[in-house]
């Protein structure tokens, strides 16, 4: 074989190996922006969840039937929207109106268990007054519901929820159930800590895993953080066997006539 053949047949086969090369190149370029693709569309579904979540929840309620107060609703749909934009942003007001509405949906909840609760076991008023609905304006009176355990919370730290004044004693058939009434409060308290806290957990979960590339804002587990610790705050608080608080509901059915009389 000639030079020159010698050297045609070197040139083809290195132009060979850059179209191979560049083959190559193009195909990882491919995938790799397949896979931040991906990685972008699972952080933007992620900072969604919680409005998906309500949506569902919305939906299936409407389908069954049944009737949330729009006022509870326009809370729970903000709330999301606000963890939606602390995901990606840092903000003090969104931040400060976070906190706020998770502790509205702790109270409607909250004074939604003991009506719940107390409809079971036989006081059919809770239908009546609009107790079952989670509306909160429908509750015993907007002073003891809702602004004093804001004025509580802002200047203490600590959200008293508001106390079972509207409940009829006359359906209660037995001491077990008044006490249950009372600590069902308490209850879905945990249950709605509990969730936040899972939230947290998982979102710390997806931002540790640097493979997933998905890194929400710093401010959201700041947020998340300090709703909690004022929930639970306010949860042991009122748990404190204490004239009002649901601690006292809880202890009083049992406790001698004459310390009640006192």
Same mark, same amino acid.
């Given at each position: 074989?000639?030079?020159?053949?010698?050297?045609?047949?070197?040139?083809?086969?290195?132009?060979?190996?850059?179209?191979?090369?560049?083959?190559?190149l193009?195909?990882?370029k491919?995938?790799?922006?397949?896979?931040?693709?991906?990685?972008?569309?699972?952080?933007?579904? +992620?900072?969604?969840?919680?409005? !998906? /979540?309500?949506?569902? @929840?919305? =939906? #299936? &309620?409407?389908?069954? %039937?049944?009737?949330?107060?729009?006022?509870?609703?326009?809370?729970?749909?903000?709330?999301?929207?606000?963890?939606?934009?602390?995901y990606?942003?840092?903000?003090?007001?969104?931040?400060?109106?976070?906190?706020?509405?998770?502790?509205?949906?702790?109270?409607?909840?909250?004074?939604?268990?003991?009506?719940?609760?107390?409809?079971?076991?036989?006081?059919?008023?809770?239908i009546?007054?609009?107790?079952?609905?989670?509306?909160?304006?429908?509750? +015993?009176?907007?002073?003891?519901? !809702? /602004?004093?355990?804001? @004025?509580? =919370? #802002? &200047?203490t730290?600590? %959200?008293?929820?508001?106390?079972?004044?509207?409940?009829?004693?006359?359906?209660?058939?037995?001491?077990?159930?008044?006490?249950?009434?009372f600590?069902?409060?308490?209850?879905?308290?945990?249950?709605?800590?509990?969730f936040?806290?899972?939230?947290?957990?998982?979102?710390?979960?997806?931002?540790?895993?640097?493979?997933?590339?998905?890194?929400?804002?710093?401010?959201?587990?700041?947020?998340?953080?300090?709703?909690?610790?004022?929930?639970?705050?306010?949860?042991?608080?009122?748990?404190?066997?204490?004239?009002?608080?649901?601690?006292?509901?809880?202890?009083?059915?049992?406790?001698?006539?004459?310390?009640?009389?006192?």
């Amino acid at each position: 074989m000639g030079s020159r053949n010698k050297m045609l047949l070197y040139n083809n086969a290195l132009m060979e190996h850059k179209r191979l090369a560049s083959s190559f190149l193009s195909v990882y370029k491919e995938k790799a922006y397949n896979y931040e693709k991906c990685q972008n569309c699972l952080s933007y579904f +992620l900072s969604l969840v919680p409005l !998906l /979540i309500v949506g569902g @929840i919305h =939906l #299936f &309620i409407k389908m069954n %039937g049944y009737y949330i107060g729009n006022l509870f609703l326009t809370i729970t749909y903000l709330f999301s929207f606000f963890f939606f934009i602390l995901y990606y942003y840092n903000s003090y007001i969104i931040f400060v109106l976070f906190v706020f509405f998770a502790f509205l949906i702790y109270l409607c909840l909250h004074e939604f268990a003991h009506a719940l609760v107390a409809y079971k076991y036989g006081d059919i008023t809770m239908i009546y007054k609009g107790y079952l609905y989670l509306d909160i304006l429908n509750y +015993l009176d907007i002073f003891h519901t !809702l /602004i004093i355990p804001l @004025i509580t =919370l #802002f &200047i203490t730290g600590f %959200g008293i929820p508001g106390n079972l004044y509207w409940l009829q004693l006359h359906f209660i058939r037995s001491r077990f159930q008044l006490s249950f009434i009372f600590l069902s409060g308490p209850l879905s308290d945990i249950l709605y800590i509990l969730f936040i806290v899972f939230f947290y957990n998982l979102y710390s979960y997806f931002k540790n895993h640097k493979n997933l590339n998905v890194q929400p804002h710093s401010i959201l587990f700041i947020s998340l953080a300090t709703a909690v610790s004022f929930l639970v705050d306010s949860f042991l608080l009122n748990l404190c066997p204490i004239l009002g608080f649901d601690g006292w509901g809880i202890l009083e059915p049992y406790l001698p006539y004459c310390l009640n009389n006192m």
